[in-house]
């Protein structure tokens, strides 16, 4: 079983920046892709962004295409989201997740984080 541990949420100004980890308990490697979803009240869960973690291939919403920013690191294990040019409506827990075979941000993943909270103020 794989867990996923987010950190890096908080609260922000609309325009500023974020930057949000996951750090797996396993090789990431041995993980096909990582990705990060979101979800605020009465709304449906959202994929924001992903990546193959042999490739290092990027898929992302198009909501949030040109601000932000998925990476990894697989020496520690660690995927990251930078999150520049935040907006109001960015504001959402944001979810870590992890998928042995697909990276298709419309599929449900595998393996989730308990998920950091993100709140733009304008």
């Known amino acids: 079983q794989v867990q996923l541990v987010e950190s890096g949420g908080g609260s922000v100004q609309a325009g500023g920046s974020l930057r949000l980890s996951c750090a797996a308990s396993?090789?990431?490697?041995?993980?096909?892709?990582m990705a990060w979803f979101r979800q605020t009240p009465g709304k449906e869960r959202e994929g924001v962004a992903a990546i193959t973690t042999s490739g290092g291939r990027t898929y992302y919403a198009t909501s949030v295409k040109g601000r932000f920013t998925i990476s990894q690191d697989n020496a520690k294990n660690t995927v990251y989201l930078q999150m520049n040019s935040l907006k109001p409506e960015d504001t959402a827990m944001y979810y870590c997740?992890?998928?042995?075979?697909?990276?298709?941000?419309?599929?449900?993943?595998?393996?989730w984080g308990q998920g950091t909270q993100v709140t733009v103020s304008s």
């Open positions: 997740a992890a998928d042995d075979v697909a990276c298709n941000l419309d599929l449900i993943f595998d393996h």
């Open positions: 396993i090789y990431t490697y041995s993980i096909y892709c």
